[in-house]
């Protein structure tokens, strides 16, 4: 599975929108885009995932570049509940199913 | 609602001794489940792969005598963490595969070896 890069921390003001990029640029053709996040002390949550469009649910939206090479998870409206370690993985959806986690970005919203 | 559960949520036990964490699919069948292990501001990291009626696999540096995995039914697999010592203090995690793409998460076992 194709590595990811993030950055380490980020901060984001409350009700604002909380941008977390992600580079992968080894990504290859059949690789998904995976976002999960996980907030003090719980299991990792599903957030959103994505091949190549844009793609949006009820907690984010993903956008994808053209290139596939980096992506971006938005959290339109950041609430205090949004703090957590956010990890963006890339993996072939249809074979091998392990997930393999990164560092993750450790986002804080500050209120 | 949830789709995993974990039991127990925290254990606490003596060096030596064996500690068993179930994890239960609540309403899928699940053939895979995974194990996972998270030490403190350190990211997760998998353990082995838990196939139901069939041997676990286990990941490179991972003991499989030491971490008894059983996967006797669609909806339970169980890890056994054998003559436990301190660093095995931790967080277990499991997850199951919902569908292709999808997998979801348990809420975590913290386990403390004294």
């Known amino acids: 599975d194709a590595k990811t890069t993030q950055p380490p921390s980020m901060d984001c003001a409350e009700g604002r929108a909380a941008n977390l990029p992600c580079n992968h640029s080894t990504i290859s053709g059949n690789e998904y885009v995976y976002w999960y996040r996980q907030i003090h002390s719980q299991g990792p949550q599903y957030i959103i995932h994505?091949?190549?469009n844009n793609e949006t649910n009820e907690m984010a939206s993903l956008i994808i570049t053209e290139d596939r090479k980096s992506s971006t998870l938005i959290l339109p409206h950041a609430t205090l509940r949004d703090t957590a370690v956010y990890y963006c993985i890339v993996r072939v959806a249809w074979g091998a199913q392990k997930l393999v986690f990164g560092q993750g970005t450790r986002l804080t919203i500050n209120p | 609602g949830a789709v995993v559960s974990q039991h127990p949520s925290r254990v606490i036990c003596k060096s030596g001794t064996s500690v068993k964490i179930e994890c239960r699919s609540l309403d899928f069948q699940a053939t895979t489940m995974f194990w996972y292990r998270q030490f403190p501001k350190k990211s997760l990291m998998l353990m082995a792969t838990s196939n139901e009626g069939s041997k676990a696999t286990y990941e490179q540096g991972v003991e499989k005598d030491k971490f008894l995995i059983n996967h006797a039914s669609l909806t339970l697999s169980t890890l056994t963490v054998t003559s436990a010592h301190p660093e095995d203090s931790s967080f277990y995690i499991c997850?199951?595969?919902?569908?292709?793409?999808?997998?979801?998460f348990g809420p975590g076992t913290r386990l403390l070896v004294l």
């Open positions: 997850s199951l595969r919902v569908n292709q793409e999808t997998q979801y």
């Open positions: 994505g091949l190549k």
